[in-house]
């Protein structure tokens, strides 16, 4: 597979992404599907009396959305912890994100339009989350006082610049705005600035992350527990891409069309973002007495 190949990715999986190249791009095997008319409706099925029928993944990204909804909750009710308002916000973005990857994978609409800006969309919204991760990362080294009006800004304004440049990216590459992007006729599905964006960067905002948590637990803190809940989330976040890409396919033929990868990825994303939610709550309290004197105050 060349660098920027989409093509076994989106043969694969049913990645919002794949929106970018166009409304034909969907992956060999695919859920069973509603036609509602102006839209299908991919993890839908009509049954009794016109009903609907929600499919696996459709039900995982609602307990999802809700779930995290009340880890951002209980976030919020922190009042003592170090980064309350920041680990609040990344949840609740993370809640934004599973709306669109919702409708973003689970619902083709008849305006090829419509399906490539939330392709822009989601690509976007994936990359603003995994920075706004590494930047949450850096608020534990209290370079701005966490949860202060500059910190917050800092954080919102710059994920905010990264949507904005990112989905320039992703719709110049499914519109074409300045011919630049716009993937050849002859490789209509390989664009090396979208494989960067989607793939490459949020895996260096997951290292960086990583080497950040990491050092705060090793230099200033005397346990070692925390540590047990970051190497969760990054296997979960592991397996949960290896199903989607991987056996997602297989998946989707073996149950007859009722399940795929974007089930697990789902679970597993949203285990991954709990895991995180679990190390921060660990490092932030106040009387665990894992602190040690003098050297590090939160």
């Given amino acids: 597979m060349r660098y920027g190949d989409f ?7 049913a990645l919002p992404v794949c929106r970018l190249f166009g409304d034909a791009v969907l992956p060999s095997c695919h859920l069973n599907v509603y036609d509602a008319g102006s839209a299908v409706f991919v993890n839908l099925r009509k049954f009794l009396n ?16 809700f779930f995290v909804g009340y ?7 922190k009042i003592d912890a170090v980064g309350r308002r920041e680990m609040t916000l990344l949840l609740s973005f993370f809640c ?18 419509a399906n490539r800006w939330l392709g822009a969309v989601n690509t976007a919204l994936v990359v603003s989350f995994f920075w706004m991760l590494f930047t949450f990362g850096a608020v534990g080294f209290q370079i701005m006082a966490d949860g202060s009006l500059k910190s917050m800004l800092s954080i919102i304004g710059s994920t905010a610049i990264i949507f904005i440049g990112m989905g320039y990216i992703a719709a110049d590459t499914a519109f074409g705005i300045s011919n630049g992007l716009k993937p050849k006729p002859s490789s209509p599905l390989q664009s090396p600035g979208v494989f960067t964006i989607y793939l490459v960067i949020p895996l260096v905002a997951i ?21 047990v809940w970051l190497m969760c989330s990054f296997i979960c976040f592991a397996a949960g891409q290896g199903i989607m ?13 009722r399940i795929d990868g974007a089930f697990f990825a789902t679970l597993l994303d949203t285990a991954a973002v709990s895991c995180i939610y679990g190390f921060w709550s ?3 309290v106040d009387d665990s007495g894992v602190y040690e004197e003098d050297e590090y105050k939160f």
């Fill in 7 to 13: 093509a076994s990715l989106c043969e694969r999986s």
């Fill in 282 to 284: 660990a490092i932030t």
């Fill in 71 to 77: 880890l951002a909750f209980r976030a919020h009710r």
């Fill in 50 to 65: 016109d009903a609907f029928a929600a499919q696996p993944d459709f039900v995982m990204s609602i307990l999802a959305f």
């Fill in 207 to 227: 290292v960086l992350f990583a080497i950040l948590q990491t050092t705060i637990v090793v230099k200033f803190l005397s346990a070692r527990l925390p540590l």
């Fill in 245 to 257: 890409f991987g056996a997602s396919k297989k998946m989707c033929q073996g149950t007859n069309h």
């Fill in 96 to 113: 934004v994100l599973l709306v669109f990857n919702l409708v973003g994978a689970d619902f083709i609409y008849s305006s090829g339009q």
